[in-house]
Nanobody, 122 residues
Framework: QVQLVESGGGLVQPGGSLRLSCSASGNIFRINLMGWYRQAPGNQRELVAAIPTGGSPRYADSVKGRFTISRDNAKNTVYLQMNSLRPEDTAVYYC????????????????WGQGTQVTVSS
């Protein structure tokens, strides 16, 4: 069984910064990708940033230059540093990972965290 646990959300003023963290645990054989999605009320869930193992990160156009995704592979953890936050960044942020579990090394599965609220407001 694999779990993703997020932390770091909260309330911040426009122009401020937050750092989200997400750690994967459980019977993990290999992590192929980790990333962040977000969903605002009334909107579809959208990709914010993702970083494949051994690859380059990719970002939504709306966050380029403001957000930075990084990974600590030794800790199975992904971070999202969010700077210059705007009210339109307000959403529930979800950690996502594509993982090969020990129980089924011939397949990869998509896992989600429980979500963490980010609110940007004065």
């Amino acid at each position: 069984q694999v779990q993703l646990v997020e932390s770091g959300g909260g309330l911040v003023q426009p122009g401020g910064s937050l750092r989200l963290s997400c750690s994967a645990s459980g019977n993990i054989f290999r992590i192929n990708l980790m990333g962040w999605y977000r969903q605002a009320p009334g909107n579809q869930r959208e990709l914010v940033a993702a970083i494949p193992t051994g690859g380059s990160p990719r970002y939504a156009d709306s966050v380029k230059g403001r957000f930075t995704i990084s990974r600590d592979n030794a800790k199975n953890t992904v971070y999202l540093q969010m700077n210059s936050l705007r009210p339109e960044d307000t959403a529930v942020y979800y950690c996502n990972a594509i993982i090969v579990p020990v129980s089924s090394v011939s397949r990869q599965y998509n896992y989600w965290g429980q979500g963490t609220q980010v609110t940007v407001s004065s």
